[in-house]
């Protein structure tokens, strides 16, 4: 086996990270109007180089911005494309007394296109960042998966006047605006671009499978349906740039959302997208086993989410390798790859867990990672 040189790393992560406290505070500030948005910027700024380097120091190769500059990870860029408007989220709180995100309502309302670059400057200064503290490095975007302007609302979601029938024109225009981000951000040096997806993984808890069917689809031709729409946006990808998709279960003040084997998506999934990589969460018994894994095709690189970031207590790297191993039954070791199951703080909030924790578990990914494949 042998390290990799190009994306994904051996040792790669999702991508978000635990804002730190002063970045919290600009942003209230900047709420109640006691600071500018230019303002807020520079305090960005300072906070991405940090993290920047707190990346470099875990030995990480890819490099984001820790969606610092975000509150969400799907509604920032998605409320940004012509056509589509968004509803902030809402807290709910369980029976037990923790908080669940409630799903936000996204909706299409015109013809979906894209009117400006969204990701652009902030990676331009991403980029400037690894350049000059990390320098050997892969600067990372990550964005949300288009198929998050389907899922949450399906047919009542996408205005009949805007799309009267949605296939195939609803799914080429998104895909078409897609494109045309993922060219904007190539044109700027990014090589390296991760679509986060939360339906594809919902679509294996039984709960959201229903949920589907209430809303008018068939959860067992949802998958094959966005493998199709996510292909589309692979044709579009520049040649050079890997693009890769996150299945993520969920990710709020460390709970989750969705359970559940992955095998009513595998075939979808690892067969039929012409994605570079997937990364999939296993970090615990609600992903289930990795026999879904034998669908994976030649080529194709499937990162291993083992280590969780929803609490803080570290894994054993003799676990991690043991498991890594069993994976290898299913699919072979050359085409896996080893991650944290999620991103530290998919939305402003934050997980439970300690900066020192974030860091422990990078650094145990890492070391495990040139352990298994040098």
């Known amino acids: 086996m042998t390290a990799r040189t190009t994306p994904p790393f051996r040792a790669d992560h999702v991508g978000s990270f635990l804002r730190p ?14 600071i500018t948005a230019s303002q807020l910027r520079e305090v960005e700024d300072r906070a991405i180089t940090e993290i920047v380097e707190f990346q470099r120091d875990a030995g990480l190769k890819s490099i984001t911005d820790g969606e610092f500059r975000r509150t969400y990870f799907h509604i920032d860029f ?17 029976a037990d007394g923790s908080e669940e995100l409630a799903p ?21 200064y991403l980029k400037s960042q690894v350049e000059l503290h990390a320098p050997g490095c892969t600067p990372k975007v990550t964005i949300p998966s288009p198929t998050m302007l389907h899922f949450r609302g399906g047919r009542a979601g996408i205005g009949k006047d805007a799309y009267p029938e949605l296939d195939p024109v609803f799914y080429d225009d998104v895909a078409r605006a897609y494109g045309e981000e993922l060219k904007s951000l190539f044109d700027a040096g990014c090589r390296y671009v991760q679509m986060d997806d939360t339906n594809m993984a919902y679509l294996c808890d039984e709960k959201m499978r229903e949920a589907a069917r209430q809303r008018g689809d068939d959860p067992n031709e949802l998958p094959h349906r966005y493998a199709g729409f996510i ?28 359970q559940g084997n992955y095998e009513p998506v595998a075939e979808a999934l690892l067969a039929e ?11 615990d018994d609600r992903s289930g086993d990795f026999r879904p894994l034998r669908y994976l095709k030649p080529g194709r690189i499937v990162v291993l989410g083992l280590v969780t970031t929803k609490f803080g ?5 003799d676990e991690l390798k043991r498991r890594i191993a069993e994976a290898a039954q299913y699919a072979p070791l050359d085409q896996l790859c080893l991650s944290p ?15 020192e924790d974030q860091r422990r578990k990078l650094e145990l990914v890492v070391q495990t990672a040139q352990e298994v494949w040098g």
């Open 21 to 34: 406290p002063y970045l919290l505070q600009a942003r209230e500030r900047k709420a109640r109007g006691e």
């Open 104 to 124: 936000p309502v996204i909706r299409v309302v015109d013809k979906v296109r894209h009117v400006k670059d969204i990701q652009r400057a902030d990676f331009e």
């Open 78 to 94: 998605l409320e940004q494309l012509g056509g589509v408007k968004t509803d902030i989220p809402v807290t709910v709180k369980r």
């Open 313 to 317: 207590q570290l894994e054993s790297k």
């Open 273 to 283: 997208m012409n994605l570079d990589a997937i990364f999939m969460e296993y970090d």
């Open 341 to 355: 199951q999620c991103g530290f703080s998919s939305t402003v909030h934050g997980n439970n867990i300690a900066v």
């Open 231 to 258: 292909n589309k946006v692979v044709a579009l990808k520049p040649a050079g740039m890997t693009l890769a998709m996150h299945l993520c279960r969920g990710n709020f003040k460390s709970t989750f959302a969705a």
